[in-house]
């Protein structure tokens, strides 16, 4: 029995096929297309999917997909998704009908988190938080291996926790969200609004790191942010390790001054929860796809 899995990104389709021990068998990237709208995307995941089925041998297979956002368990449409096409659409249901079979589809963070967790940085650990912070921010929890996924599908949603609710506008329509303030996408958005200049997140780093005020007061901030959204989630949840993923998890300083600011907020005596970077990588979501698979 094979593996199957594909991860849905915004602006790639990655698919893999697993042996049943996990060892990798093929891989393959195509992109997104979403300017060609929704039918395309579904196209390009049952072209790729067809690619994965000849990679095995006919012995038979699980599959399942990683997306952004989660399927409705009242409507069967996906919501929550930043891939806009996609929204209120029956992905599902769309995908099982072209291929004639049953599939699993999870939010592309628990997928995350379900890989870290067998295969990554949060080995051995029973209670696991994924938090990806990339171009939007999003989490997932993993219990025993398992997904949690929650009566509405949104567990581990923790990009959309308001943390300032004067904060800026978020495209859930709520203010302050984490998402807008401690996101790759956030980060830039903030520092535009407040220099009138655009920067991406690594040239803001380096600036910081080069002893610059505007940046050193606009990192400050950043950690700040980090450390109370953190802390609330760690308050709530006490996971066994918190596993950090996304472009935003690269900078180093987060496990040094961020953590010192969870500790700060977090309600308890000291921070003894770890707060690690992924070993994953890229690859965390398609591994975490393959996981989920039925």
């Known amino acids: 029995m094979f593996r199957l899995g594909i991860d849905l990104g915004g602006t790639k389709i990655e698919g893999i096929v697993l042996r049943e021990d996990g060892t ?5 990237r195509v992109p997104t297309q979403q300017e060609r709208g929704y039918e395309a995307i579904i196209e390009n995941i049952v072209s790729l999917y067809r690619n994965l089925v000849e990679a095995t041998d006919g012995s038979g297979h699980t599959f ?7 399927i409705s368990l009242k409507t069967g449409l996906l919501k929550n998704s930043n891939t806009v096409c996609m929204l209120e659409k029956p992905v599902k249901k769309d995908i099982e009908e072209r291929l004639g079979r049953e599939i699993a589809i999870q939010n592309d963070a628990n ?3 379900e890989a870290e967790a067998m ?3 949060a080995r051995g650990h029973d209670l696991v938080f994924g938090v990806i912070m990339g171009t939007g921010c999003g989490g997932g929890i993993v219990h025993k291996g398992k997904a949690i996924t929650g009566k509405m599908a949104i567990a581990g949603e923790w990009g959309h926790m308001s943390i300032d609710p004067d904060g800026p506008v978020c495209y859930c329509g709520q203010h302050g969200c984490v ?3 401690i996101s790759g ?3 830039q958005n903030r520092w535009k609004e407040q220099h009138g200049t655009s920067r991406d997140l690594r040239e803001i780093v380096t600036a910081y790191r080069a002893g610059d005020a505007d940046a050193a007061e606009f990192m400050q901030t950043f950690f700040r942010n980090f450390g109370r959204a953190m802390a609330n989630l760690i308050n709530v949840l006490d996971p066994d390790i918190v596993v950090l993923g996304g472009g935003v998890s690269n900078v180093d300083e987060l496990y040094a001054e ?3 600011e969870v500790e700060f907020f977090v309600f308890s005596d000291g921070l003894d929860t770890p707060i690690v970077k992924h070993e994953l990588g890229d690859s965390a979501g398609v591994l975490g796809a393959a996981l989920i698979g039925i």
């Open 179 to 181: 998402e807008t303030l």
């Open 64 to 70: 399942g997909i990683g997306t952004p956002g989660a």
């Open 258 to 260: 961020g953590v010192r």
């Open 111 to 113: 997928c995350f988190a």
């Open 185 to 187: 996408g956030g980060l």
């Open 119 to 121: 295969f990554g940085a």
């Open 24 to 28: 990798e068998v093929f891989r393959k």
